[in-house]
C-alpha cells in the first residue's frame, strides 16, 4: 500500500466553481419552462454557461477538485439544454398559434355569425 494521507480523499477536496449552481439553473429551466416560458430560457442559457465554466475550471486543475461535481456541471448543462428547448418549442408554438389566428381572423373575421 503506498503511502496515502487521509486528506488525500477526493471527498475532501472541494467543489468545482459554479458547478451545483449550474445544475440548480438547469432543473430551474426545466421547471419553469412551463410555468414561465422567457423565464425557462433565460435560466438554461445561464445554467449553460455556468456549466462551461465549471468544465474549464476543472479541466485546468483537476487534482485540486472533487472529480463527482463535475458530474453537477454535466448535469446542469443538460437540464438546461433541455429547458431551452422546452421554452423555445413553447415560444414557437404561441407564436405559430397567433400567426394562425392572426390569418383566420383577417380572412374571415368581418363575418358575424347570428
Known amino acids: ?9 477526493p471527498f475532501l477536496k472541494p467543489e468545482v466553481p ?7 439553473l438547469g432543473i ?6 412551463f410555468l414561465f416560458t422567457l423565464a425557462g430560457l433565460v435560466l438554461g442559457i445561464v445554467a449553460v454557461v455556468q456549466a462551461r ?3 474549464e475550471t476543472y479541466n485546468a486543475n483537476p487534482q485540486m ?14 437540464t438546461g439544454i433541455v429547458g431551452i428547448v422546452i421554452s423555445s418549442l413553447s415560444i414557437l408554438i404561441v407564436v405559430a398559434v397567433l400567426i394562425i389566428v ?5 380572412r ?4 358575424r355569425c347570428y
Do not use: C, W
Open 102 to 106: 392572426f390569418t383566420v381572423y383577417t
Open 28 to 33: 430551474m429551466s426545466i421547471v419553469f419552462s
Open 108 to 111: 374571415h373575421g368581418h363575418s
Open 53 to 55: 465554466k465549471a468544465e
Open 1 to 9: 500500500m503506498e503511502n496515502q494521507s487521509p486528506y488525500d480523499s
Open 65 to 78: 477538485y472533487n472529480p463527482f461535481s463535475l458530474n453537477k456541471a454535466r448535469t446542469g448543462r443538460t
Open 18 to 24: 459554479n458547478a451545483s449552481s449550474a445544475q440548480l
